[in-house]
Nanobody
């Protein structure tokens, strides 16, 4: 069973916006800390942002002021709103879930974000 499904990637011009979604078939969803990672071409996978079970959010420096992570526990969904996208944001973006108690980990298949200069 696919437990995390990302969507919302695409191709945008520099300065554009995209909103990514991650729908989780994990229960209870509220027990999971959800993160977005990304992997640029030829680079290592890196953390973008995360949001925990009490909806506290954390952002890596490159995402601060441009990206917003949010969750809707009633819909088992996490979003990543990305504004003012730049070419260096081009990457495959992955949803990641870790159970707060027990530490079980799940990865989505990724969604491509491409930003043109």
């Amino acid at each position: 069973q696919v437990q995390l499904v990302e969507s919302g990637g695409g191709l945008v011009q520099s300065g554009g916006s995209l909103k990514l979604s991650c729908v989780a078939s994990l229960a209870p969803f509220a027990f999971y800390k959800i993160s977005w990672y990304r992997q640029p071409p030829g680079k290592a996978r890196e953390l973008v942002a995360d949001i925990n079970n009490v909806e506290d959010a954390h952002y890596e420096d490159f995402a601060k002021g441009r990206f917003t992570i949010s969750r809707d526990n009633t819909k088992s969904t996490v979003h990543l709103q990305m504004n003012n996208l730049q070419p260096e944001d081009t990457a495959v973006y992955y949803c990641h879930a870790r159970r707060i108690v027990g530490g079980g980990v799940h990865w989505g298949q990724g969604t491509q974000v491409s930003v043109l200069s």
